[in-house]
């Protein structure tokens, strides 16, 4: 193993044929401090979700933590411009379930994102991103326990993938003359001083996105799968996603059209209910979360879309301090908060840890250790149920007492 980091006593988690888990009782997680207020939030997810473990199994399991690098912090471990070291993707891939705190991505220039890197290099096609209601937290809607909705966002392709070169540089000019010269495009309005970006989406990206969608839907007793697109503009690649989305429900689910298409039913074979699988433009969309919530259920869409309305949708539920997530792959599985490394705030013990503790509990969960899993959730219920909460909840509930980053982990240890 490489030096700079200390391999804890415990046992790796494997993965079976059937890709369950064998999660031994000391199990090593790697994770990834992050930059920014990942400093703040990640001791704190990790002091949290060890009282969870102990309260909920005394002793008899308890998680072997690894600290492996990403970010700014590899660059101080591993020298100035290693950003992503080979090893630390080794060990993502190796150890099987991780967890990591955000990591900055310059805007413009400078090196391009590694999240988006990390998911691409270790094929985590699924980002999955749960958004609930807290009873309790502040939110600028009025009915917001009407908003209950898993995303399924694709985080392998599209324009967020990062195909793109700058404008007048030798690959732009070489592309828009292939568009104009070889391709008869005729649309660059300003083909000189344009900056040339890709949007790549293929049958197969979409179709095991859905599939999980639409399977996540049937396992949780989901009423409706949305596929959210803008297809209307971009027909050969958002058009495709909704089209491959619904072609994928009739070909494996047995989907039939409803009231002649475009939306489709089938029954959920575990329940015998039925399961609508529906679509909406983006920007409808946008609209319709605020307005009927409660008509959304699993959302199946592309990445950029799926990175805009995972934030919007955690606002109505009071915002990206309690957005969790999970980056997954058939085997590998990677959770993180919605939320970025919010610099401003970075080193102060301010900002809410709540986004990475509930995507511990995601983790948790899907190691299959859900007593504790269920701590974490009972005891994030009761915390803001007492009003100790962070500034981010505090500034918007007039009788609450602000704690620090630090304070509410322990608030939450407290109510265990
Ligand atoms: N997966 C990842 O690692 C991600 C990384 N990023 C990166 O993070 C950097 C900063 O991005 P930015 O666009 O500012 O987005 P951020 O999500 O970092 O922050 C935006 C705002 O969200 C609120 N916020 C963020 N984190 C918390 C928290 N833990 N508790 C309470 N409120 C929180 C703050 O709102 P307020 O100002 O109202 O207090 C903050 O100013 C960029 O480099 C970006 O690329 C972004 C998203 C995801
Ligand atoms: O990679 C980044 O810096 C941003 C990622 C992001 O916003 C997200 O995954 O939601
Ligand atoms: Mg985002």
């Given at each position: 193993?490489?030096?700079?980091?200390?391999v804890?006593?415990?046992e790796?988690i494997?993965?079976?044929?059937?890709?369950s888990?064998?999660?031994p009782?000391?199990p090593?997680i790697p994770?990834?401090?992050g930059?920014?207020?990942?400093?703040?939030?990640?001791?704190?997810?990790?002091?949290?979700?060890d009282a969870?473990?102990?309260k909920?199994?005394?002793?008899k399991r308890?998680?072997?933590?690894?600290?492996?690098?990403a970010?700014?912090?590899?660059?101080?471990?591993?020298?100035?411009?290693?950003?992503?070291?080979?090893?630390?993707l080794?060990i993502?891939?190796?150890?099987?379930v991780s967890?990591k705190g955000?990591?900055t991505?310059?805007?413009?220039?400078?090196?391009?994102?590694l999240n988006?890197?990390?998911?691409q290099?270790?094929d985590?096609?699924?980002?999955l991103r749960?958004?609930r209601?807290?009873?309790?937290?502040?939110?600028p809607v009025?009915?917001?326990?009407?908003?209950?909705m898993v995303?399924?966002?694709?985080?392998?392709?599209?324009?967020?993938a990062?195909?793109?070169?700058?404008?007048?540089?030798?690959?732009a000019?070489k592309?828009?003359?292939?568009?104009i010269?070889?391709?008869?495009?005729?649309k660059?309005r300003?083909?000189?001083?344009?900056?040339?970006?890709?949007?790549p989406?293929?049958r197969?990206?979409?179709?095991?996105l859905?599939?999980?969608a639409?399977?996540?839907?049937?396992d949780?007793?989901r009423?409706?799968?949305?596929l959210v697109?803008k297809?209307?503009?971009m027909?050969?690649?958002?058009?495709?996603?909704?089209?491959?989305?619904y072609?994928l429900?009739?070909?494996?689910f047995?989907?039939?059209?409803?009231d002649?298409g475009p939306?489709?039913?089938?029954k959920?074979?575990k329940t015998?209910?039925?399961i609508?699988?529906?679509?909406?433009?983006?920007?409808?969309?946008?609209?319709q979360?605020?307005?009927?919530p409660?008509?959304?259920?699993?959302?199946?869409?592309l990445n950029l879309?799926?990175d805009?309305?995972?934030?919007?949708?955690a606002?109505?539920?009071?915002?990206?301090?309690?957005a969790?997530g999970?980056n997954?792959?058939?085997?590998v599985?990677?959770?993180?908060?919605?939320?970025?490394?919010?610099?401003k705030?970075?080193?102060?013990d301010?900002?809410?840890?709540?986004?990475?503790i509930l995507?511990?509990e995601?983790?948790?969960?899907?190691?299959?250790?859900?007593?504790?899993?269920?701590?974490?959730?009972a005891?994030m219920?009761?915390?803001?149920?007492?009003?100790?909460?962070t500034?981010d909840f505090a500034?918007l509930?007039?009788?609450?007492?602000q704690?620090?980053?630090?304070?509410?982990?322990?608030v939450?240890?407290?109510?265990?």
């Amino acid at each position: 193993m490489d030096q700079h980091i200390r391999v804890p006593a415990g046992e790796k988690i494997t993965v079976n044929p059937d890709f369950s888990l064998n999660v031994p009782d000391h199990p090593i997680i790697p994770y990834i401090e992050g930059d920014g207020t990942g400093f703040d939030i990640t001791p704190v997810m990790i002091k949290v979700v060890d009282a969870a473990v102990e309260k909920a199994y005394s002793g008899k399991r308890k998680i072997a933590w690894m600290e492996i690098f990403a970010g700014e912090k590899a660059t101080r471990v591993y020298g100035p411009d290693v950003w992503l070291p080979e090893i630390t993707l080794q060990i993502l891939r190796d150890y099987v379930v991780s967890i990591k705190g955000p990591l900055t991505t310059p805007v413009g220039g400078g090196i391009r994102s590694l999240n988006v890197a990390l998911r691409q290099e270790l094929d985590l096609y699924v980002c999955l991103r749960p958004v609930r209601y807290f009873q309790g937290v502040p939110s600028p809607v009025k009915h917001p326990e009407k908003t209950d909705m898993v995303i399924f966002r694709e985080n392998s392709e599209d324009i967020y993938a990062g195909i793109e070169w700058a404008a007048e540089s030798e690959g732009a000019k070489k592309l828009v003359n292939f568009l104009i010269n070889e391709m008869g495009v005729k649309k660059i309005r300003f083909p000189e001083t344009s900056g040339i970006g890709i949007k790549p989406v293929s049958r197969e990206g979409t179709e095991r996105l859905v599939r999980k969608a639409l399977q996540y839907a049937i396992d949780n007793d989901r009423k409706s799968v949305t596929l959210v697109h803008k297809g209307n503009i971009m027909k050969f690649t958002e058009g495709a996603f909704r089209d491959w989305g619904y072609g994928l429900a009739g070909k494996e689910f047995g989907a039939q059209l409803l009231d002649g298409g475009p939306w489709m039913r089938f029954k959920n074979p575990k329940t015998g209910r039925d399961i609508v699988v529906k679509d909406m433009i983006a920007d409808a969309f946008l609209q319709q979360i605020l307005l009927r919530p409660d008509e959304y259920d699993v959302i199946a869409t592309l990445n950029l879309n799926g990175d805009y309305v995972s934030d919007a949708l955690a606002a109505q539920v009071g915002g990206i301090g309690i957005a969790p997530g999970a980056n997954l792959s058939d085997s590998v599985a990677m959770f993180e908060a919605t939320h970025g490394t919010a610099p401003k705030y970075a080193g102060k013990d301010y900002v809410n840890p709540g986004s990475e503790i509930l995507s511990a509990e995601m983790m948790l969960r899907h190691m299959g250790w859900v007593e504790a899993a269920d701590r974490i959730i009972a005891s994030m219920e009761k915390s803001i149920l007492s009003k100790q909460v962070t500034y981010d909840f505090a500034r918007l509930l007039p009788d609450a007492t602000q704690v620090s980053c630090s304070g509410f982990g322990q608030v939450m240890i407290d109510h265990m």
